[in-house]
């Protein structure tokens, strides 16, 4: 079958790309932006990519039209599609009823953390001989793939709270009936879709709904809005995690921690992650993985040699004794949880914090007033402000004098290289490319040094 997939390039719907390559399926795909990690991921994959969204695609003549919710009515092939009769699907049905009918799937949920607990929940079921399929939102480094079709009998996925398509307004986790759900944590965010926090928790009790009552839910017992969740109805058991008379990982090292479960240990994890954040991860991936029919001490082994996803602090490089680092971080809690971990490693050396406020929700606005707060833990602080709707500069002036606002990217690149000196740690946040001002750094700091 041809499937030709519109928004391709997204994490998500390049997953899916790569999973139907692997069926068998010849498989197309178009989109308006593309960077790594996933243009990459589809050429080496060899799918065919076309750029934009022209109703001349219609020539190419696929058996079904694969839609991402980043295409919307008005969209000139959505339009094309519609008046043609044309078969088409959302992302998550078409991965439901190909993929994910008769697994035992693995769901993770949560406003942060999804893509490292899916990482790390796939990697233990790999180390423990289960072969697991899999699509998560981000690139593992054990893996080198964001997605996977294996014969196992398990699949991890990246449970997603926002929309399905244009067509099917209700979040994408609802179609994935998984028999075991983590869920990480519960804030406000994807302002552009929901209204408060509320109307977010709904999607998530609609989400509750689906779970069996053999399955089991793995949630974070210190999150409220999650606990608000669970007490509109629950039919399924609840393991909580990071609270006592659950799972709780101990020790005050950042890459050394015991596992604790109802005051019983299960065991060290050593590894090289930093951060609170991902000792939560661990510890729901490790009751997850349980529930699967692996017990603690295999998945603690396993997490022992977990390489991280890509652009979670992952080192881009080193020039004139400045270490450079890309992350994801785009949501001011995501932000401040980021700034901490990387704080945990490098003690008293500075960081200096390079922040592009791209999603949709920052973009907006809606959480600018907690921005200064979670960057207040870096020694220095650039905010690229191309495209924002509100004044940076007004907001973040509570920092006082080491905030910088930028609107052009060249003056930023210069000025962040200019700053920088010998043993700081550059960190660079947005969930884009970012116009690629990782490498562009590293390269002006090394002509410092010639």
Same mark, same amino acid.
């Given at each position: ?24 399926? *010849? ?185 069996? *009552? ?10 409220? /809005? ?58 729901? /991936? ?5 529930? /699967? ?49 990387? *704080?945990?490693?490098?003690? *008293? ?61 060249? /003056? ?39």
């Amino acid at each position: 079958m041809h499937i030709h997939i519109l928004g391709i390039c997204g994490t998500f719907m390049g997953g899916i790309a790569v999973i139907a390559k692997q069926a068998g399926h *010849r498989v197309t795909g178009c989109d308006a932006n593309v960077y790594p990690p996933m243009s990459t991921q589809l050429a080496e994959a060899g799918i065919g990519l076309v750029e934009g969204f022209g109703e001349d695609q219609l020539k190419l003549g696929p058996d079904l039209w694969v839609v991402g919710n980043v295409v919307s009515r008005g969209n000139p092939l959505v339009e094309a599609i519609l008046d043609a009769g044309e078969p088409c699907i959302s992302g998550p049905q078409w991965l439901a009823e190909n993929v994910l009918a008769g697994k035992w799937v693995l769901a993770v949920a949560g406003t942060h953390g999804k893509t490292s607990t899916s990482a790390m929940l796939a990697w233990i079921l790999e180390e423990s001989g289960r072969q697991p399929g899999f699509l998560i939102g981000g690139v593992p480094g054990n893996f080198g793939i964001s997605a996977r079709l294996a014969d196992g009998a398990f699949f991890v996925i990246e449970a997603d709270e926002y929309d399905t398509a244009f067509f099917d307004k209700r979040s994408k986790f609802v179609h994935y009936r998984p028999k075991t759900v983590v869920l990480n944590n519960l804030e406000f965010d994807h302002a552009d879709i929901f209204p408060d926090l509320a109307s977010i928790e709904l999607q998530f009790h609609h989400f509750v709904r689906t779970i069996p *009552r053999s399955g089991l839910i793995v949630a974070n017992g210190r999150e409220q /809005a999650l606990n608000r969740v669970l007490e509109r109805g629950c039919w399924t058991p609840v393991e909580r995690f990071g609270v006592e008379g659950g799972w709780r990982g101990l020790g005050k090292g950042p890459e050394h921690f015991s596992v604790d479960f109802m005051g019983e240990g299960q065991g060290e994890v050593r590894w090289e992650l930093l951060g609170e954040h991902n000792r939560l991860n661990a510890i729901a /991936a490790i009751a997850a993985a349980r529930h /699967a029919g692996i017990a603690p001490s295999q998945a603690i082994a396993a997490l022992g040699n977990f390489r991280n996803v890509r652009r979670r602090l992952e080192v881009r490089g080193t020039a004139g004794g400045v270490t450079v680092y890309d992350d994801f971080a785009h949501h001011p809690t995501a932000i401040a949880t980021t700034i901490a971990g990387l *704080r945990s490693k490098v003690d *008293r050396s500075r960081i200096v914090a390079v922040i592009e406020p791209r999603s949709i929700t920052m973009k907006l606005g809606v959480m600018k007033e907690q921005l200064p707060a979670s960057l207040a833990g870096a020694d220095r602080v650039y905010c690229y402000t191309q495209g924002l709707g509100w004044d940076a500069r007004s907001t973040l002036a509570s920092l006082g004098a080491k905030v910088s606002c930028e609107s052009d990217l060249e /003056a930023l690149v210069t000025a962040v290289s200019a700053e920088a000196r010998p043993g700081d740690h550059v960190l660079v946040m947005s969930n884009g490319g970012f116009g690629g001002i990782h490498g562009r750094i590293l390269e002006r700091l090394a002509l410092r040094m010639t």
